[in-house]
């Protein structure tokens, strides 16, 4: 009864503006085509038709001139909101506390605590099943090393490990969407390890997985176990621990694609400057950063501010959801990401107008005035308050963003374009070492390295270490022969790849991403170390 | 003091533990017939004909005292390695004359992502002298140092260079003498003296055997060295590292040799551990 009050009420008061029926029937046949599609498995199309519902939905406060910046070609777009949706029902990411469910269990789902590793890995797996997202599955399955710890020796270390691989194997076939992670480290556990050999032998794409390492904190073998997982099944990357933890506290967690955000906490939302289209506009760098930029910046803030609004206010979310209802999450634990991509292309725009000469990634002046941007960005969000990020101190946080499928001549955040990457291996890691400082709510580099580093890992542990000592904040390496591949910040088997490209469906959504991404961002190109 | 720099590799996987920078130093005093970078092997006589087969014109005379020799300029260079695949030398034109400090200066920049430095060659202890003063310097800033040779260097006259260096990883071209002769052109002997010193103090890091068919029988190489290396084990434990012939970068009338299968260097890899080498590496 209460719940048709509160729907009664905001009735009242939202103003649902009109469509036209043109709109509609456009979606009404792109719903049909969804239905139709040979290669969507049901639970895709379930989803999609999700998507489409909600876009006929206009119910948020939007700034002036953010329609002329956000529904356009992708060659001028300069706003991107990463299909969230027209009347958020949830936080982009969801970040549920499951060291407090492993203590207490949870009235909603009818658990008790768990008493042993059977009880446990059980748990999990049905809550994960509960964990909304923009993706409709958990972006975080938890600090699995560290949650697993207290029950692993209740059973013999050959059983905890068959049931390690099994429990691994049911998130990769029901959690369907490889922007789920998992975190493991700083400190070395046998749960951590177990978990490292296990995800060695099934070479998976999901979940996505971090190793937050610190030198001195995480032990050379534990480290070097990760790499050699990670050369057989592109995973785990590496979170520069000291880092993320200055910045955000202990409390930190990495989800979706490699995204520092609160514990019990999440991100509302995560719009992006497509920054190349933005240089488009300007006349020269003085335009850009006098006018463009900051009129792109400002509209961006201030939707993104509709948004969270609409979500704190209105929908409902954070008084019904029993993850909030149980304190699982809470709300001032959230914040927002605000995101970029293009910086290479936006550079070297700039550059070309000025007639100068100079290539981003490979010039030092482009990387000046890549570093001059970011500044500028950074300045201006650290001025631009939000009252439901009380948890950055009233911010948004900064995300260099990967790119999504349908990006062309878009770089992912501040990266180096694929086949323009610096001869060597130093002078990439240089140019990465400027920008990476900027963005504690993620940004990342990846690496493809040669089949003789097999031999060698400490080679990729000491690129780490000196990596972290020179502010880089988070990397990613994967074999040039494996079959998990990192696309963007996401990881996907390059088998599945080729069955979908035959026509065939296949089990998780974020394969058709990386059909996409290996077009339009030439993903397999990358220069292998 | 200069040495001959043929080229430094910011990072490499592939030159003792972790990551290094490795220094390629001009000149050898082998000639061992499988050798993939005979370009490193003598020294420039200044005939001039890479010049006119540089196709991006980085190449040029330049003078030299009262006479003239080839100039190089790295600016201009695609990496085509045309000059090096017509030198009739055994040489290179893109070599610097560089001392310890300079060489130094061009590996300071990949710190603190390395944790030491290797110099190979060539032959780097054609140099003795300069290797002591550049380990000096890494190791003054925190760099590991390690040698690649051939073993030609007699190291008991070198207390100073041994004190700065970490390790050795020395080639073990043929146990036998006659064999070693026809890989390399000379004897083995104080390679083995060498091997034996070095492994007693600690020093030597790993043997290496580049594994030939037909050219110089591998198994008794790989089983002798690999015994007479088991008293030194428990001073510092030294890996064996087995290493395939390719063609790639031989003299032509070197490249016939055929490629040793899987089989051939799993069983010396076997034989190896059989005489008590703890880690063996197959490449």
């Given amino acids: ?529 | 003091m200069k040495a001959l720099v043929n080229k430094i590799i910011p990072f490499s996987a592939v030159d003792g533990p972790g990551n290094r920078t490795s220094v390629f130093l001009q000149g050898c005093n082998m000639n061992c017939r499988y050798c993939h970078n005979p370009e490193t092997r003598k020294v420039c006589i200044g005939c001039g004909d890479c010049i006119e087969a540089c196709p991006a014109g980085a190449l040029f005379w330049m003078k030299d005292g009262n006479s003239r020799k080839v100039g190089y300029d790295p600016a201009k260079c695609v990496f085509c390695d045309t000059c090096i695949h017509i030198c009739t030398h055994d040489a290179s034109p893109r070599i610097q004359e560089m001392t310890p400090q300079e060489t130094f200066d061009k590996v300071a920049r990949q710190i603190p992502f390395i944790r030491g430095v290797t110099v190979s060659g060539g032959e780097c202890t054609l140099y003795p002298e300069f290797l002591t003063e550049f380990f000096q310097i890494c190791r003054d800033n925190g760099l590991g140092t390690l040698i690649d040779s051939n073993g030609t260097l007699d190291f008991k006259q070198y207390p100073e260079l041994l004190a700065v260096t970490d390790g050795v990883m020395l080639d073990i071209k043929a146990f036998d003498e006659t064999e070693h002769k026809t890989v390399t052109g000379i004897s083995n002997g104080l390679v083995m003296e060498n091997c034996r010193y070095l492994a007693s103090l600690g020093k030597l890091y790993e043997v290496r055997t580049v594994v030939v068919p037909g050219l110089f029988d591998a198994e008794e190489t790989v089983r002798k060295t690999a015994a007479m290396l088991r008293p030194y084990q428990k001073i510092q434990p030294i890996r064996y590292k087995i290493i395939a012939f390719r063609p790639m970068g031989v003299r032509k009338e070197y490249a016939g040799y055929p490629v040793p299968d899987s089989n051939l260097l799993e069983s010396l890899a076997g034989i190896a551990r059989e005489e008590g080498i703890g880690k063996v590496v197959i490449i």
């Fill in chain 1, 1 to 529: 009864m209460v719940k048709m009050n509160n729907s009664k009420k905001r009735k009242d008061e939202i103003a649902m503006r009109e469509i036209s029926m043109e709109r509609v029937n456009q979606t009404r046949q792109e719903i049909l085509d969804i239905i139709e599609s040979p290669i969507l498995t049901h639970e895709q199309k379930v989803a999609n038709m999700a998507g489409k519902a909600d876009s006929l939905m206009e119910v948020l406060d939007l700034p002036e001139g953010l329609d002329e910046l956000l529904n356009v070609p992708g060659d001028v777009k300069c706003i991107c909101d990463l299909a969230e949706g027209h009347a958020p029902v949830r936080p982009r990411y969801i970040i549920p506390d499951y060291f407090k469910f492993m203590k207490e269990g949870s009235k909603f789902l009818q658990l008790d605590p768990p008493k042993d590793l059977y009880e446990a890995l059980n748990s999990l797996l049905i809550f994960y099943k509960h964990v909304p997202s923009v993706t409709n599955f958990p972006v975080y399955v938890g600090a699995l090393d560290e949650l697993l710890e207290p029950y692993i020796n209740d059973v013999d270390e050959a059983q905890a490990k068959k049931l390690l691989k099994l429990f691994m194997q049911h998130i990769d076939r029901t959690v369907l969407d490889s922007f789920s992670h998992a975190n493991i480290g700083p400190r070395a556990t046998k749960a951590g390890r177990l978990l490292l050999e296990v995800e060695r032998e099934l070479e998976q794409a999901v979940p996505n997985l971090t190793m937050k390492y610190e030198e001195g904190v995480t032990p050379d073998d534990f480290a070097l176990l990760a790499v050699d997982t990670a050369l057989h099944s592109a995973k785990p990357s590496f979170a520069n621990h000291k880092m993320f933890k200055s910045e955000l506290g202990e409390n930190y967690v990495i989800a979706s694609c490699y995204n520092g955000l609160l514990l019990g906490g999440g991100s509302y939302t995560l719009c992006r400057l497509i920054l190349g289209n933005i240089a488009k506009r300007a006349k020269n760098i003085q335009d850009f950063k006098e006018n463009q930029l900051p009129y792109v910046m400002d509209i961006m803030a201030r939707y993104m501010d509709a948004r969270i609004k609409f979500e704190v206010e209105e929908s409902g979310f954070f008084e019904n959801n029993f993850l909030a209802k149980e304190g699982f999450i809470h709300r001032d634990r959230f914040t927002a990401m605000f995101g970029m991509v293009g910086m290479a292309e936006c550079v070297n725009i700039l550059l070309e107008k000025e007639g100068i000469s100079g290539r981003y990634g490979k010039d030092d002046n482009a990387t000046q005035l890549g570093v001059e941007i970011m500044e500028q960005i950074d300045a201006f969000n650290k001025q631009h308050t939000n009252p439901y990020c009380e948890a950055t101190g009233g911010h948004f946080l900064l995300h260099a963003q990967v790119g999504i499928a349908e990006d062309q001549h878009i770089s992912p955040g501040t990266r180096i374009p694929i086949g323009e990457e610096p001869e060597e291996l130093i002078d990439h890691l240089l140019q990465c070492s400027k920008f990476h400082k900027y963005f504690p709510s993620g940004t990342g580099d990846i690496f493809p390295i040669d089949t003789t580093v097999h031999k060698n890992p400490e080679f990729v542990l000491d690129i780490v270490k000196g990596a972290f000592r020179k502010d880089l904040r988070y990397l990613s390496f994967y074999s040039s022969d494996s079959d998990v591949i990192r696309i963007t910040g996401y990881l996907v088997k390059r088998s599945e790849i080729e069955k979908l490209k035959s026509g065939q469906n296949v089990l998780q959504d974020t394969t058709h991403l990386g059909l996409g991404a290996e077009i339009n961002g030439h993903i397999l190109e990358r220069k292998v170390r």
